[in-house]
Each structure stands twice: as structure tokens, then as C-alpha cells.
């Protein structure tokens, strides 16, 4: 039996579900090799066309379950069908900045890390609800622009966010942008390249010694007693996160 993950984006036992990008089939594949099921996105043509499928602008996770995703969003349907209790924005989303980013914050603990010019207006009303702190940060593609480690330790290569996050106690290891690939765009974010497998196993879609800082990130990861999984030889791609749904019972 599988249960839906109580914290987003950390997983507390082996993850069961997660949710990728439909346009990579790899992803699909190569993760049934970890015993993982994954549920695809379909496209949202409303969205830029390369990250039409991306999971981190389709979809903003709350705790216990709840999911927010983009109003009239294709993929909805399959969260649904996972138990998932599904809320869609209010704004439609759009192709340009910020119409891009409504669901483009996360929650992290007790906060909901993102610019609130541009998280919609119903998810901050339910952080709000939920007595979850407004983080603020500039940075509308936050998800995107973030590895979630553990409960205090995240990875960027966003100056503003790293600042943010660290000013409220969170340590954060700050990396050079670039040197990810994302087809349409010069480069592509960190957080479109992880997941988390278990509380300490963190999978990237593809070999962090391509990165410059690849090595500065498999430090910080061992510190926190974090493995990696890398799925395919070359560089990181981007392919909008690997967001983990469902997560094997205690007694499995």
C-alpha cells in the first residue's frame, strides 16, 4: 500500500508515485529500474512551448495531499485518479512572465517560498488557511530554481534565494548558474533536474560531474548523509522536477 506524501517534495519513507514530464519517455522508464511508477504530465499549451509538460509549472504541492494545479490544467485528471485532492488555480495561465509561474512557489516546512506578485492568489489564501509563513523571494521560477534536500538544506544557483533562505535560518549551498540543458532557452534550472527517492536518496537526470560545481554538490549531499542516483550519462536536463506523490506504507 502507498500513502500520499504529508510533506511536499519530501518523502518519509521510499517513494511509491511521482509525477514527470510526458514529453521525456526515458524518465518513465529508466525509473521503473528503481521500483518508482511514474505518472506523466501532458502538455499545457498555454504555457512557453519547452516547458509546456514541465511538473514545477503545472503543479504547486501542499501538505497531506492537496495539489494545486493550473486552472483547466490537461494533467489533473491523473492526480485525481491517484487520490490526490485537486484545486485549480484562479488566473489562467499564460505564455509570458509571470503568467507562467502561478503554481511557480513551493512549501518548505512552515513557509511558502515564492514571489507573491506572481504565486496565484488562491494558493497563498490556502497557505494563509493553513498557517504557512510567506517567504518572499523575486525569483517567480522558484520551485524551478530549487533542490529541496532535507528540512533545512537546499541547493540554488539563485543569489536572492539563497540570501532569502538563509536569512531565515536555512542553510543553502549557492552554485553556478548555467550548464543545464533545457531545449529553447540558453540553460535550464537546478530543481527541473531532481527528486527525492527517499528522506536520503536524491535522483538527478544526469551526471553531476558535468556541472562546474558537481563536486561542490556531492560534498554538501554526503554532509547531509544524501546518496545520489544519477538516471542517464551527460549533462543535467532540465525536465521540470521529478515530484514524488506517493510513498510505501510503514509496514512495506
Known amino acids: ?36 511508477i511514474a505518472a506523466t504530465t501532458e502538455r499545457d499549451n498555454r504555457l512557453p512551448q519547452p516547458v509546456g509538460f514541465h511538473p514545477d509549472l503545472q503543479i504547486c504541492p501542499f501538505p497531506f495531499g492537496r495539489m494545486f494545479v493550473l486552472k483547466e490544467n490537461p494533467s489533473a485528471a491523473a492526480l485525481r485518479s491517484l487520490g490526490i485532492s485537486v484545486t485549480e488555480t484562479c488566473a489562467e495561465p499564460g505564455d509570458r512572465y509571470p503568467q507562467d509561474v502561478l503554481c511557480g512557489g513551493f512549501v518548505w516546512g512552515d513557509y511558502l517560498v515564492g514571489n507573491p506578485k506572481a504565486i496565484d492568489t488562491v494558493i497563498q489564501k490556502e497557505a494563509s488557511q493553513q498557517s504557512l509563513q510567506l517567504l518572499p523571494v523575486r525569483q517567480g521560477y522558484a520551485a524551478c530554481s530549487t533542490v529541496l534536500v532535507n528540512e533545512r538544506c537546499a541547493i540554488t544557483a539563485d543569489n536572492g534565494l539563497e540570501q532569502a533562505l538563509t536569512s531565515y535560518g536555512f542553510e543553502v549551498l549557492l552554485i553556478q548558474p548555467g550548464h543545464i540543458v533545457l531545449p529553447g532557452y540558453d540553460t535550464g534550472f537546478i530543481g527541473g533536474c531532481y527528486g527525492k527517492l ?55
Open 198 to 252: 527517499s528522506p536520503n536518496e536524491l535522483v538527478f537526470t544526469g551526471q553531476l560531474i558535468r556541472h562546474p560545481d558537481g563536486a561542490r554538490i556531492l560534498d554538501f549531499l554526503e554532509n547531509q548523509k544524501v546518496s545520489v542516483i544519477e538516471l542517464r550519462e551527460g549533462p543535467l536536463v532540465d525536465v521540470g522536477g521529478i515530484v514524488p506523490l506517493m510513498e510505501k506504507d510503514k509496514n512495506e
Open 1 to 36: 500500500m502507498s500513502r500520499i506524501l504529508k510533506r511536499p517534495r519530501l518523502p518519509e519513507k521510499v517513494v511509491s508515485i511521482v509525477l514527470v514530464s510526458g514529453e521525456y519517455p526515458w524518465l518513465k522508464e529508466t525509473l521503473k529500474n528503481y521500483g518508482v
